[in-house]
T-cell receptor, first 113, second 116 residues
Framework: QKEVEQDPGPLSVPEGAIVSLNCTYS??????FMWYRQYSRKGPELLMY????GNKEDGRFTAQVDKSSKYISLFIRDSQPSDSATYLC?????????????FGQGTRLTINP | NAGVMQNPRHLVRRRGQEARLRCSPM?????VYWYRQLPEEGLKFMVY????????ESGMPKERFSAEFPKEGPSILRIQQVVRGDSAAYFC??????????????FGEGSRLTVL
């Protein structure tokens, strides 16, 4: 079983739709949860970061963490064609080895105009 | 302010040759990480280095792979006697310190290795 599971998609939705992206994980030591966006042939860029459980909102993006269920989500409201990319969840623990981010497989998202 | 610079962006090698990938971290960053991304897979941690020190190499294959981050110059990921399975995108990331609160790593655009 992978430490982090993410549906690879692809996911295709019309412009303006609400998008929900999810990851599950098995390591209860994870404390920091991140979402990265990766455009084709580019490096990942950090979108959202959350510590422990809870919600965080930034513009059209909302990140949710439910540690009891080991489940994290990223919601995109009013999706735009420019949001088309691969979205990677990532997480890490604390202490020794904490710098090792563990990534999900990535979900390829297409927003159709 | 230049970001993380990686070169070459594309590298083609024949089986048995050596591949050297270079990474210059962002200005002011002293922590470098290498990740590998296989087709249709997420990024896999390989190694974490500070200047002149390997901090965590738990993701590095035991043979043929090595990494360094010298006092002067870029970090280098070296793959000896490449095999087809080494074909992947290799990403370098940097951070200003080991305990960056956001855990944000700044990634380069990657070096894509193709082994013929």
């Amino acid at each position: 079983q992978k430490e982090v599971e993410q549906d690879p998609g692809p996911l295709s939705v019309p412009e303006g739709a609400i998008v929900s992206l999810n990851c599950t994980y098995s390591n209860s030591a994870f404390q920091y949860f991140m979402w990265y966006r990766q455009y084709s042939r580019k490096g990942p860029e950090l979108l959202m970061y959350t510590y422990s459980s809870g919600n965080k909102e930034d513009g059209r993006f909302t990140a949710q963490v439910d540690k009891s269920s080991k489940y994290i989500s990223l919601f995109i409201r009013d999706s735009q064609p420019s949001d088309s990319a691969t979205y990677l969840c990532a997480m890490r623990g604390v202490g020794q080895g904490a710098q090792k981010l563990v990534f999900g497989q990535g979900t390829r998202l297409t927003i159709n105009p | 302010n230049a970001g993380v610079m990686q070169n070459p962006r594309h590298l083609v090698r024949r089986r048995g040759q050596e591949a050297r990938l270079r990474c210059s971290p962002m200005k002011g960053h002293s922590h470098v990480y290498w990740y590998r991304q296989l087709p249709e897979e997420g990024l896999k941690f390989m190694v974490y280095l500070q200047k002149e020190n390997i901090i965590d190499e738990s993701g590095m294959p035991k043979e043929r792979f090595s990494a360094e981050f010298p006092k002067e110059g870029p970090s280098i990921l070296r793959i000896q006697q490449v095999v087809r399975g080494d074909s992947a995108a290799y990403f370098c990331a940097s951070s200003p310190n080991s305990g960056a609160a956001s855990g944000e790593l700044f990634f380069g655009e990657g070096s894509r290795l193709t082994v013929l």
